[in-house]
């Protein structure tokens, strides 16, 4: 299905911008100065992509669009919280950030708890979905279905996140493998 895929794509998207946010954290809680640039972008990254794209593409097509039976309910109610959360978390990581001093190790330690906090809330919820809420999608959505959530996540992209936006945030998360290892020339890439 289509806008199951999508979801999908945008989920691995998470996990290797996750995955490069922890390398840069490890490094600069070892006390090497880590732009905070890299930190900002990837604050970017949870603020637009995660939660106004992604998040509001589940909120705005998906889980009001859906007759859900009591058990899909109770998943979209806890999807819905868990959202609210993670906007909890992703300030959080904001203030971490703007406190953040390269080179310093006591604000990279509270980066580094920030970044627990969120990176684990998110990993956890990408399970969910990917265990639940896609699946129960696939069962419930017919073909036309599908394909009008799949032409309102192209409208959400476009009029509300912003024509390049997407591809630009894409291009940022392939860039983080390079920058983040210019700060570790001995560790692999």
Same mark, same amino acid.
């Given at each position: 299905?289509?806008?199951?895929?999508?979801?999908?794509?945008?989920?691995?998207?998470?996990? *290797?911008?996750?995955?490069?946010?922890?390398?840069?954290?490890?490094?600069?809680?070892?006390?090497?100065?880590?732009?905070? +640039?890299?930190?900002?972008?990837?604050?970017?990254?949870?603020?637009?992509?995660?939660?106004?794209?992604?998040?509001?593409?589940?909120?705005a097509?998906?889980?009001?669009?859906i007759?859900? +039976?009591?058990?899909?309910?109770?998943?979209?109610?806890?999807?819905?919280?868990?959202?609210?959360?993670?906007?909890?978390?992703a300030?959080?990581?904001?203030?971490?950030?703007?406190?953040?001093?390269?080179? +310093?190790?006591?604000?990279?330690?509270?980066?580094?708890?920030?970044?627990?906090?969120?990176?684990?809330?998110?990993?956890?919820?990408?399970?969910?979905?990917?265990?639940?809420?896609?699946?129960?999608?696939?069962?419930?959505?017919?073909?036309?279905?599908?394909?009008?959530? *799949?032409?309102e996540? +192209?409208?959400?992209?476009?009029?509300?996140?912003?024509?390049?936006?997407h591809?630009?945030?894409?291009?940022?998360?392939?860039?983080?493998?390079?920058?983040?290892?210019?700060?570790?020339?001995n560790?692999?890439?």
């Amino acid at each position: 299905m289509q806008s199951t895929e999508i979801l999908r794509t945008e989920h691995n998207a998470v996990l *290797a911008v996750l995955e490069q946010l922890d390398r840069a954290t490890a490094l600069a809680t070892s006390g090497i100065p880590v732009p905070r +640039d890299i930190f900002e972008d990837i604050l970017e990254f949870f603020v637009v992509f995660v939660d106004h794209c992604h998040n509001g593409k589940e909120e705005a097509a998906v889980f009001g669009q859906i007759d859900w +039976d009591a058990r899909g309910k109770r998943l979209v109610s806890q999807l819905i919280a868990e959202h609210e959360v993670s906007r909890r978390l992703a300030a959080a990581y904001s203030d971490a950030v703007t406190a953040y001093v390269p080179g +310093d190790r006591a604000s990279a330690l509270a980066l580094a708890n920030a970044v627990g906090a969120y990176g684990a809330a998110l990993r956890q919820h990408i399970t969910e979905e990917d265990e639940e809420l896609l699946p129960s999608m696939e069962q419930t959505f017919a073909h036309d279905e599908d394909t009008r959530v *799949a032409h309102e996540f +192209d409208r959400i992209e476009l009029e509300e996140i912003g024509e390049g936006v997407h591809e630009r945030l894409h291009g940022m998360i392939d860039s983080l493998p390079s920058r983040i290892g210019r700060w570790a020339p001995n560790v692999p890439v």
